[in-house]
T-cell receptor, first 112, second 112 residues
Framework: GENVEQHPSTLSVQEGDSAVIKCTYSDSASNYFPWYKQELGKRPQLIIDIRSNVGEKKDQRIAVTLNKTAKHFSLHITETQPEDSAVYFCAALPSGGFKTIFGAGTRLFVKA | KAGVTQTPRYLIKTRGQQVTLSCSPISGHRSVSWYQQTPGQGLQFLFEYFSETQRNKGNFPGRFSGRQFSNSRSEMNVSTLELGDSALYLC???????????FGPGTRLTVL
């Protein structure tokens, strides 16, 4: 069935460094790839998304890249800050639609 | 515009009981999805409703069911509760189920 694998499960970086989280999806017809951030005790919130007809998208310090051939997509956070500490989930919407498959999450720690 | 709301926020039940959770989407959103969140499994898709119709479902036993009303509010029901059903249950709404989802605060269910 559909699957999204996410790595690493935990990531610790120094404030100001960059962080990269990688995901792989199984359904080659997936066409929508959102990233959600969940702070401790709070609900997940969308931080950036990308559709299959685009290779890269940026929003200030956050960027997402998509490689459809390899079925990989990645989240890049530059100049990390302590408030970036949270769990990040990648997700993919398979071709059948209406069923978002989430990765297992990456817990990011940004040390001041 | 009011966000997604879920009731109740906390529930404690015993094995064998049943439970009903409620979700009110953002006004104008017709798609409601339900997820089970556990520490080790991330966000697992339960089902998605649009205009009172279930359009997709995840790999959960038949004890998990849901419905959607004409005002887009949705309920999920879990019958014959098991210890393993203890989790945070999140609902999320979107305009059409094909883009950004807005999550509710969740209902934390504890089964004793």
């Amino acid at each position: 069935g559909e699957n999204v694998e996410q790595h690493p499960s935990t990531l610790s970086v120094q404030e100001g460094d960059s962080a990269v989280i990688k995901c792989t999806y199984s359904d080659s017809a997936s066409n929508y790839f959102p990233w959600y951030k969940q702070e401790l005790g709070k609900r997940p919130q969308l931080i950036i998304d990308i559709r299959s007809n685009v290779g890269e998208k940026k929003d200030q310090r956050i960027a997402v890249t998509l490689n459809k051939t390899a079925k990989h997509f990645s989240l890049h956070i530059t100049e990390t800050q302590p408030e970036d500490s949270a769990v990040y989930f990648c997700a993919a919407l398979p071709s059948g639609g209406f069923k978002t498959i989430f990765g297992a999450g990456t817990r990011l720690f940004v040390k001041a | 515009k009011a966000g997604v709301t879920q009731t109740p926020r906390y529930l404690i039940k015993t094995r064998g009981q049943q439970v009903t959770l409620s979700c009110s989407p953002i006004s104008g959103h017709r798609s409601v999805s339900w997820y089970q969140q556990t520490p080790g499994q991330g966000l697992q898709f339960l089902f998605e409703y649009f205009s009172e119709t279930q359009r997709n479902k995840g790999n959960f036993p038949g004890r998990f069911s849901g419905r959607q009303f004409s005002n887009s509010r949705s309920e999920m029901n879990v019958s014959t509760l098991e210890l393993g059903d203890s989790a945070l249950y999140l609902c999320a709404s979107s305009l059409d189920g094909l883009a950004e989802q807005f999550f509710g605060p969740g209902t934390r269910l504890t089964v004793l």
